[in-house]
C-alpha cells in the first residue's frame, strides 16, 4: 500500500527527532505568564495547548508548553517541529506516532496538510480547573484578587493575553472599563448611622454592606437587588453597584456572602457556562444532554471533533460532522430536506387535480381513465382532464385521447407539462441522493447500537444482551481468547459507524456537483462506489457472518481465527477506500486533470496511490467485489 | 387596602416630592392609590415647549424599587434596563425634564417626528411650539 513518497514521508518524521536538541530549534518560552497568547493564530503557526486529562483524539501537551509547528523548514513536509520545553518530549513523540500512522495510509495531496486533531474535551470539572488555573494567573501576575481576576477575564471574554496587554498599557482605564476601584470614593467613618441608598432606611454601620465604591446599602436591598439580576440571567456576571453614578463591579464573594444557595449555584452555573460561550476557542458539545465542552485549537486541518459523549460534530458549523464535505454544502442540504418546498414539488410532479372537486389525485400506472375517490367519484381523462363521458369513438378511443394530442399540437399543455417533467426530474434526483443518505445515516445509528452491544463493560456501561451475557465475553469463553484480542471486532465496528458517516454525506455531495463536470462527477462516483462496495462487504461480514459465531455452538477455533483474519483485512481495506474518497472530496477533486484524464498517467493521478491500478480495478466495479478479498 | 403596608421608602419618597419639589415639576400620589402619581411636568425655557404644561401618569408596581416605574411610552433608558434602584420617582422626572430640552431624534416614539426634526429642525421646532400652544397650554 505504501508509495514510494509515503515511506519518505515516515522517513522524514522520524528525523526530526533530531532537531529536538539542535540549538536552532530550541525557542524560549518568552512570555512563561502570558501563555494567552494561544488566542492568536498565525496562518503557518500552529500551537497547541491543552490540558493533563487525556481524551480520546486529542494531543496531550502540558501547558504553557507549546508545540509550534511552522512550514518551509523540512523539505518534504514542509513542517518543522519547535520544542518550546524539554518536557513536551513525550507529546511530539505521541504527535509524530500519530503522524507516521497517518503517512501509512494517506495518499499524499498536492499540499501536504497536517491531519492532527488539535482539540480536548472538557469535561466540568476540566473547565472549572482551566477557569480556575486562568484566574490564578492573572490574579498573581496582575497582583489582584481572585475575584478581581475573574471580573476582568469575564470582561475580555476569557482572553488572558488581552486582559495583560490592555492592563500594562493602561491600568487605570481598565479598572475603570471594569469597575475595579482601589480605594473607595464614599467614605462615613463619623457617623453612627447610615442610611440605605435603596429602601431609606437608617442602620447601623456595621449593617451597611458596599461594595468596593463604599455605596451604603443594607443587606436586604443588596439581596432583592442580586437575586433579579440573577433571575433575568448571566448579565449578573457584570453586575454593578446599584449607584447610578457608580460603576464598581459586584463580584461573586460579595455575592456568595449575601444570596440564597440556589442563586449561588445558578451565579456559579454562568460563570462556567461564560468560559465556554464567551471564549472562541471553546464550544459547548451540541449533543442533547451532553455536558463535554471542546477546546479547539484552530489553523490546520479538519473541523470534525468527536466528544467524549461520542458524538461527533463539526467545529466550525456545530453539524454532525462531515467531513470531507463543506459547511456550506451540508447546510444547504439541511435546508432542503427541511423544506416543505420538495413536499409541493412531489405534488406538482405526481398529481394533478380532480377536475371537479379538485383534491389533487396521484397516478401510479394504468389506464387513462381516472375516477375520484367517494364522495366526488368523477370519471375523468387523466391527459386531458375532461369527462370521460365525452370520451369514446368520436375522440379517437378511449385510450388514445386524440383530443389530448390535439391540444398537445396547439401547444395548449406544453408549459405545464413541461414543468410538471422538469419538477419530476429533479424530484427523482433528489429522492435519489436523500434515499441514499437517509439510508446511510440509518445503518449508522444501527452500526452504533451493535457496537454498544459488542462492547464489554470497560467500554461502556453493561448493555447486555438478551442472554444476560455480553457478547464478547461470551467469544472470549467460547474460543479461549482474551478479550484484548477480540478488539479488531471493535475496530471493525468503529470503522463502520465512520465510514457511513462519509457515505452518508458524501450524498450531499453528489447532490450538488455540478452535472456539467462530467469527469469530476465520474471519478466521485467511481471512488464512491469503490468506497460504498468495501463498506458493504465489510459490514456484512461484522454484521452476519460474527453471529454465527456468537450464536452456533459447533465452530472449530481455527474456523474463529480465519474469519478474524478476514475482517481485519476488510477493516483496513474500506479504511483506505474512504481515506483516498474523503482526500479526493477534500481537494475539490482537483486531481482530476480534465485535459489529462483517461490518456496519461499524469503526477496528480499517481498521488492516488497508483492511478493505473484503480482504473483497473474500475472495470470490474459493476461486480462489487475485490478477488483477493472473497473466500 | 393597597395603601396599608405601603414600604417606607415610597413613603419617603412622596413625603419629599411633596415638600421639596424639583422646579418645575409636581408629582403628586392619587387618594386611593398611593403607588398611582399624577404628574406635571413644565416645558423647559428656551425649549419649544416653553410655556407647556405636560401631564405624566406614574405607577410603582410591586417589585418598586427593585423594578423601575411604569410611566407609559417613552424612550429613556432608565427606565429600561438601566434602571436601578438607587434611582427614584425624582430622577426619572427630571430626566424627562431634560428629554424635553434635548429630544434623542435618534431614538424616537414617532418616526414622522423624528425624520422632520431631523430634516428641518426649524421647522420641527416651530410645529413643536405650534402642538404645545394648541394642547399643552395651560388646564
Known amino acids: ?168 498599557a493602561d491600568e487605570d482605564r481598565v479598572r475603570r472599563t471594569v469597575g475595579l476601584l482601589d480605594i473607595p470614593v464614599v467614605h462615613f467613618p463619623n457617623l453612627k448611622e447610615v442610611m440605605c441608598g435603596i429602601c431609606f432606611e437608617s442602620y447601623p454601620c456595621n449593617k451597611i454592606i458596599s461594595a468596593a465604591c463604599g455605596h451604603p446599602f443594607c443587606s436586604s436591598c443588596w439581596l432583592g437587588y442580586i437575586s433579579i439580576s440573577i433571575t433575568d440571567g448571566p448579565g449578573c456576571l457584570m453586575l454593578r453597584c446599584p449607584d447610578p453614578s457608580c460603576g464598581v463591579a459586584v463580584g461573586q ?41 471542546v477546546n479547539f485549537v484552530m489553523g490546520v486541518g479538519s473541523y470534525d471533533v468527536a ?13 454532525e460532522a462531515h467531513r470531507p464535505v463543506e459547511c456550506d454544502t451540508v447546510q444547504k442540504w439541511i435546508q432542503k430536506n427541511r423544506a416543505e418546498s420538495e413536499n409541493m414539488n412531489w405534488i406538482l410532479a405526481n398529481s394533478k387535480p380532480c377536475p371537479k372537486c379538485k383534491r389533487p389525485i396521484e397516478k401510479n400506472q394504468g389506464c387513462m381513465h381516472m375516477t375520484c375517490t367517494p364522495p366526488c367519484k368523477f370519471e375523468f381523462c387523466w391527459l386531458c382532464l375532461g369527462s370521460w363521458q365525452e370520451h369514446g369513438e368520436r375522440t379517437g378511443g378511449f385510450y388514445a385521447c386524440n383530443r389530448y394530442e390535439t391540444a398537445k399540437q396547439q401547444g ?57 451475557h455480553l457478547q464478547i465475553e461470551k467469544l472470549t469463553d467460547k474460543y479461549s481468547m482474551p478479550e484484548t484480542q477480540l478488539k479488531f471486532i471493535i475496530d471493525a465496528w468503529l470503522q463502520i459507524i465512520e465510514c457511513r458517516r462519509v457515505l452518508k454525506w458524501t450524498y450531499a455531495y453528489g447532490y450538488y456537483l455540478p452535472e456539467h463536470e462530467q469527469i469530476k462527477r465520474e471519478y466521485f462516483e467511481f471512488s464512491q462506489g469503490e468506497a460504498e462496495a468495501g463498506l458493504e462487504r465489510l459490514h456484512q461480514c461484522a454484521e452476519k ?78 461486480s462489487g467485489s475485490d478477488p483477493s478479498l472473497e473466500e | 387596602m393597597a395603601n396599608s403596608n405601603l414600604p417606607r421608602r415610597i413613603i419617603k419618597e412622596t413625603q419629599r416630592l411633596l415638600s421639596e419639589p424639583a422646579p418645575g415639576i409636581s408629582a403628586s400620589p392619587s387618594e386611593e392609590n398611593m403607588r398611582y402619581f399624577n404628574v406635571m411636568i413644565l416645558g423647559p425655557s428656551q425649549s419649544p415647549y416653553e410655556g407647556g404644561v405636560f401631564k405624566l ?11 423601575s416605574p411604569k410611566l407609559g411610552r417613552i424612550c429613556l433608558d432608565i427606565l429600561k434596563d438601566k434602571w436601578s434602584p438607587a434611582l427614584q420617582i425624582r430622577t426619572v422626572l427630571l430626566s424627562i425634564q431634560a428629554l424635553l430640552s434635548a429630544p434623542n431624534p435618534d431614538d424616537p416614539l414617532s418616526e414622522n417626528v423624528a425624520k422632520h426634526w431631523k430634516a428641518n429642525e426649524a421647522e420641527a421646532v416651530e410645529t413643536a411650539k405650534e402642538w404645545t400652544r394648541l394642547y399643552a397650554s395651560g388646564v
Not at chain 1, 500500500?1 to 530549534?25: C, K, P, V
Not at chain 1, 466528544?307 to 453539524?319: I, M, R, S
Request: some cysteine; hydrophobic content about 30%.
Open chain 2, 57 to 67: 401618569e406614574l405607577f410603582l408596581p410591586e417589585e418598586y424599587p427593585m423594578a
Open chain 1, 307 to 319: 466528544c467524549n459523549c461520542t458524538y461527533g460534530f463539526c467545529w466550525n458549523c456545530t453539524e
Open chain 1, 545 to 622: 457472518e460474527l453471529q454465527e459465531y456468537i450464536t452456533s455452538a459447533e465452530q472449530p477455533t481455527s474456523a474463529f481465527h480465519e474469519f478474524k483474519t478476514k475482517l481485519t483485512g476488510l477493516t483496513s481495506v474500506t479504511k483506505t477506500f474512504f481515506e483516498n474518497l474523503v482526500q479526493a472530496l477534500e481537494n475539490g477533486l482537483a486531481d482530476v486533470d480534465v485535459d489529462s484524464v483517461g490518456c496519461s498517467r499524469t503526477a496528480s493521478t499517481k498521488s492516488y496511490g497508483g492511478g493505473s491500478k484503480k482504473k483497473g480495478r474500475g472495470k470490474s466495479r459493476g
Open chain 1, 1 to 168: 500500500m505504501d508509495s514510494e513518497d509515503d515511506m519518505h514521508d515516515a522517513n522524514d518524521m522520524d528525523s526530526l527527532d533530531d532537531d529536538y536538541y539542535s540549538e536552532e530549534s530550541i525557542v524560549a518560552s518568552d512570555e512563561e505568564h502570558n501563555s494567552g497568547d494561544d488566542y492568536d493564530f498565525e496562518d503557518d503557526t500552529v500551537e497547541i495547548t491543552s490540558k493533563q486529562q487525556p481524551s480520546k483524539g486529542s494531543l496531550i501537551v502540558r501547558p504553557p508548553m507549546r508545540i509550534r509547528l511552522e512550514t518551509g523548514k523540512v523539505k518534504r513536509d514542509n513542517i518543522t517541529v519547535y520544542v518550546v520545553d524539554g518536557s513536551v518530549f513525550p507529546s511530539i513523540v505521541a504527535f509524530l506516532d500519530r503522524k507516521r500512522e497517518q503517512g501509512k495510509h494517506t495518499t499524499k495531496s498536492k499540499s501536504p496538510e497536517l491531519r492532527v486533531q488539535h482539540y480536548t474535551v472538557l469535561s466540568e470539572a476540566d473547565i472549572r480547573q482551566l477557569q480556575e488555573d486562568d484566574t490564578t494567573r492573572v490574579s498573581n501576575v496582575l497582583s489582584i484578587s481572585k475575584v478581581s481576576a475573574s471580573i476582568l477575564l469575564r470582561h475580555y471574554n476569557w482572553s488572558v493575553s488581552k486582559v495583560n496587554d490592555d492592563w500594562f
Open chain 1, 253 to 293: 464573594d460579595m455575592i456568595n456572602v449575601l444570596v440564597s444557595e440556589q442563586d449561588k449555584e445558578k451565579y456559579s452555573r454562568y460563570l462556567l457556562r461564560s468560559y465556554i460561550e464567551n471564549n472562541r476557542k471553546t464550544k459547548w458539545c451540541p449533543a442533547p444532554g451532553c455536558e463535554y465542552a
Open chain 1, 412 to 468: 395548449v399543455y406544453d408549459e405545464c407539462e413541461k414543468r410538471r417533467e422538469m419538477a419530476k426530474n429533479s424530484l427523482e434526483r433528489y429522492t435519489h441522493y436523500y434515499e441514499r443518505w437517509a439510508t446511510n445515516q440509518a445503518s449508522r445509528l444501527k452500526a452504533i447500537n451493535d457496537l454498544q452491544q459488542m462492547k464489554s463493560e470497560n467500554f461502556l456501561s453493561s448493555l447486555r444482551n438478551n442472554k444476560g
